[in-house]
T-cell receptor, first 113, second 114 residues
Framework: KAGVTQTPRYLIKTRGQQVTLSCSPI?????VSWYQQTPGQGLQFLFE???????NKGNFPGRFSGRQFSNSRSEMNVSTLELGDSALYLC????????????FGPGTRLLVL | AQKVTQAQTEISVVEKEDVTLDCVYE???????LFWYKQPPSGELVFLIR??????QNEISGRYSWNFQKSTSSFNFTITASQVVDSAVYFC???????????FGAGTTVTVRA
């Protein structure tokens, strides 16, 4: 089985711009979660989607949003980028139930200048 | 709320030494799940092991073993006979209750020197 894929792998943006990141889960996985990783804050949960519905949301401002499509692929969007949004954004997929193993993609490295 | 503490920031060992990574967790849930992930320099989080709260059996898988003790809320992970390829950041994580998210510890950087 193919693993979780994320595109693009690297991205450079300037403050005020917006960005969209994409994630394709492992075939058969219907849950997709997003995490932000920074040196200062570590790994933080952004949100989780299942069957096109957001089931969980972390403590991030409304500039961070996401969606999931009927084929389970997911996108996250960050509007009005700030310097502090520079991070590694990781997507993970899993089965439907709480506690199932989340398998991670390679991540998208976002640099905001 | 879930909390995971990895007190060791960095560990450096010589190849073939054993490495034990500590993880202490806090949760009010009676059913919860614990994980260890490895993050090599490439950045991808690689799943290593998963345990649920009602199974305290400790196992060995190849060079990896883990020690889960509910009485002390600890979930320690050991790499036996370390190799240079084991150099990475290792994260302990927790999920539980009706919470689908993973709560991660701060990570422990392991450096294995040849």
């Amino acid at each position: 089985k193919a693993g979780v894929t994320q595109t693009p792998r690297y991205l450079i943006k300037t403050r005020g711009q917006q960005v969209t990141l994409s994630c394709s889960p492992i075939s058969g996985h219907r849950s997709v979660s997003w995490y932000q990783q920074t040196p200062g804050q570590g790994l933080q949960f952004l949100f989780e989607y299942f069957s096109e519905t957001q089931r969980n949301k972390g403590n991030f401002p409304g500039r961070f949003s996401g969606r999931q499509f009927s084929n389970s692929r997911s996108e996250m969007n960050v509007s009005t980028l700030e310097l502090g949004d520079s991070a590694l954004y990781l997507c993970a997929s899993s089965g439907a139930r709480v506690g199932e193993t989340q398998y991670f993609g390679p991540g998208t490295r976002l640099l905001v200048l | 709320a879930q909390k995971v503490t990895q007190a060791q920031t960095e560990i450096s060992v010589v190849e073939k030494e054993d490495v034990t990574l500590d993880c202490v967790y806090e949760t009010r849930d009676t059913t919860y799940y614990l994980f260890w992930y490895k993050q090599p320099p490439s950045g991808e989080l690689v799943f290593l092991i998963r345990r649920n709260s009602f199974d305290e059996q400790n196992e060995i898988s190849g060079r990896y073993s883990w020690n889960f003790q509910k009485s002390t809320s600890s979930f320690n992970f050991t790499i036996t006979a370390s190799q240079v390829v084991d150099s990475a950041v290792y994260f302990c994580a927790l999920s539980g209750g009706n919470d689908y998210k993973l709560s991660f510890g701060a990570g422990t950087t392991v450096t294995v020197r040849a």
